[in-house]
């Protein structure tokens, strides 16, 4: 599986994704609607319509990586977000929670010291 560490930003994108795209067709993706570049680092998440695939992408530094997971029953579920986003930032534990099939809505987190840096 994936190792990831805190500081990697992680960014879902809410819209469906085509899975047939490839490297060039997500980071397409990640540049119009999640506003960012990957080549700038990060982790990027896609999902289809029907939330049973999902296509993570990456920087590598010398090389894009791809990580494609489909489930063979169930759906990943979305985080709650606003009614127009297009994307959302996770953290590593809600992805790995995603992956793995837990439902965020239902989850509760308890307070934490954070600090600003």
Known sequence: MLSLTPAVKIFLCLLPTDM???FDGLMRMAEEHLEKNVLEGGLFVFLNRRRDRVKLIYWDSDGLCIFYKRLESGTFELPAAGKDATGVTLSATELAML???VQLAGTKRRRRYLHNA
């Open 20 to 22: 047939r795209r490839g």
């Open 99 to 101: 992956l793995g099939g």
